[in-house]
């Protein structure tokens, strides 16, 4: 079995910075892409950045300038740093992980979530 934790969420003000983290654990054999996606209240899940094993980055437009996806794969983490907050970034933030077991099989992952709230 795998787990995804998140953490690093919290309250700012605008204009402030916050860093999620994503760290999985368990019968891992290799972790393919990793994904952040958030959720506001009354709105659907939305992706926001995702990187690949290798690195490469795509990035929601609401997200480009402000946020950076990275990924420490000796330690099975993604990251998030989030910049220049604004209050229509509050949601609860969930981290996804294509994750390959030793037996071949692929699986996707989701963490718990962790909310970010972002005040004016």
């Known amino acids: 079995q795998v787990q995804l934790v998140e953490s690093g969420g919290g309250l700012v003000q605008a204009g402030g910075s916050l860093r999620l983290s994503c760290a999985a654990s368990?019968?891992?054999?290799?972790?393919?892409?990793m994904r952040w996606y958030r959720q506001a209240p009354g709105k659907q899940r939305e992706l926001v950045a995702y990187?690949?094993?290798?690195?490469?980055?795509t990035y929601a437009d609401s997200a480009k300038g402000r946020f950076n996806i990275s990924r420490d794969n000796a330690k099975n983490t993604v990251y998030l740093q989030m910049n220049s907050l604004k209050p229509d970034d509050t949601a609860v933030y969930y981290c996804?992980?294509?994750?390959?077991?030793?037996?071949?099989?692929?699986?996707?992952?989701w963490g718990q979530g962790t909310q970010v709230s972002v005040s004016s």
């Open positions: 996804n992980a294509d994750i390959q077991h030793s037996n071949g099989a692929d699986r996707l992952y």
């Open positions: 368990g019968s891992i054999y290799k972790i393919n892409a």
């Open positions: 990187i690949t094993s290798r690195g490469s980055t």
